[in-house]
Structure formats: structure tokens, C-alpha cells
């Protein structure tokens, strides 16, 4: 089955087919099947996909820049090395997926999956991790410039190294993180003191 750019397609099935080496710009899928599907080494621009499953289907070095993946399901796709830049990700699921390698540039990613993966060294500037779940992530040395973490669930995250001075923290008890040598501003400080009692004035 052939995609072509620019087209709408829905509740289609396109399992199994490999789109390996593809350039996808400005198409929009609403409810379709990729499972065990290929788009390794393809390239997506300002496509949207909403409610689409991923499941087991292969992004290894994608590039996907300018897209929505809305309350997508990517359980165990293979995303070795892809880069997403400046994409919407709003209620999708990475769980047990391959995420080695794979790069988060700024985009919305609230409300999204991605526990249990390692993003050492990442950096996670600019992002909306409102809601998201990190938990038991790897996220030493990882840098969150302006990166909104409201309600972010980092339980169990490895922070050593990270730096959060201008991340915007709310809806979090950072007394209950290890934040040993994680870098935080004063407003953060002042967060952790008054959530173990102290009377800051």
C-alpha cells in the first residue's frame, strides 16, 4: 500500500509494510494500524497522527520533525537513534520500547509514557513534560532549561548530574528525590524547605 504526502487517512491498516527510506511531509492519520511496521531512515515533517498504534514497528534513525502523535501507542516499536524535534507527543506511550539513542528536542511531551528509559546526557531544554511519567528513568546529567515539569512523576529517576536551575517545577515534593548533586535555583530550594516544615520568610 502506497502513502502518498499531503493525503488524510483513516482507520486504515498498514501493518507489516516497509516504509524504510521515506520521506512522509504533511499527512494525517487518524486510527490507523502500523504494527511490525518499518519507517527506518524515513523522514517526517508536520504529519499528525492521532490514536494510531506503533506497536512493534521500527523508527530506527527517523527523523520526525514538526509532528503530533496523539495518544499513540508505542509498546516495544524500535526507536534506536531517531530524533524527534519540536513535535507534539500529548498522551502517547513509549512503555518497553527502545528509546538508545533516540533524541527529544523541545515539543510537547505532557501527558506522555517514558519511564524506565535512559536519557543520560540528554537534554531537555524547552520541553512540556507536564504530567508526564518518568519514573525510574535515567536522567543524570541531563539539562532542563525552561522545561516545564508540572506533576512530573520522577519517582525512582536518577538526577544525579542534571541541572534544573530554570525549569519550571510545580505539583512535585523534591524532598522526596535523591537531588544528590543535581543543580537547582533558590526558588527550588525554597520549595524543599517549606515541604519539611520550615517557615521561610
Do not use: P
Request: hydrophobic share 40%.
Amino acid at each position: 500500500m502506497e502513502i502518498k504526502n499531503k493525503e488524510e487517512y483513516k482507520w486504515e491498516v498498514f501493518d507489516d509494510i516497509d516504509f524504510s527510506f521515506k520521506d512522509m511531509v504533511g499527512i494525517r492519520f487518524k486510527e490507523c494500524s502500523f504494527v511490525n511496521t518499518s519507517f527506518e531512515e524515513s523522514s517526517f515533517n508536520n504529519c499528525e497522527f492521532n490514536n494510531c498504534n506503533f506497536q512493534a514497528a521500527r523508527l530506527n534513525s527517523a527523523f520526525v520533525k514538526n509532528c503530533a502523535f496523539l495518544n499513540c501507542n508505542f509498546r516495544f516499536t524500535n526507536a534506536f537513534c531517531a530524533k524527534f524535534e519540536d513535535c507534539k507527543m500529548v498522551g502517547s506511550s513509549f512503555v518497553e520500547a527502545n528509546m538508545i539513542g533516540a533524541t527529544l528536542l523541545r515539543g510537547d511531551w505532557s501527558y506522555t509514557n517514558l519511564s524506565n528509559h535512559n536519557f543520560k546526557n540528554s537534554n531537555f531544554s524547552d520541553m512540556n513534560l507536564t504530567n508526564c511519567d518518568l519514573v525510574e528513568c535515567n536522567l543524570e546529567n541531563t539539562l532542563f532549561n525552561r522545561t516545564r515539569l508540572i506533576s512530573t512523576n520522577l519517582s525512582n529517576a536518577k538526577l544525579k548530574g542534571s541541572d534544573l536551575r530554570e525549569a519550571l517545577v510545580e505539583g512535585i515534593n523534591l524532598s522526596e528525590l535523591d537531588l544528590r548533586g543535581v543543580k537547582l535555583d533558590l526558588n527550588h530550594c525554597i520549595m524543599i524547605a517549606v515541604s519539611l516544615g520550615a517557615i521561610v520568610e
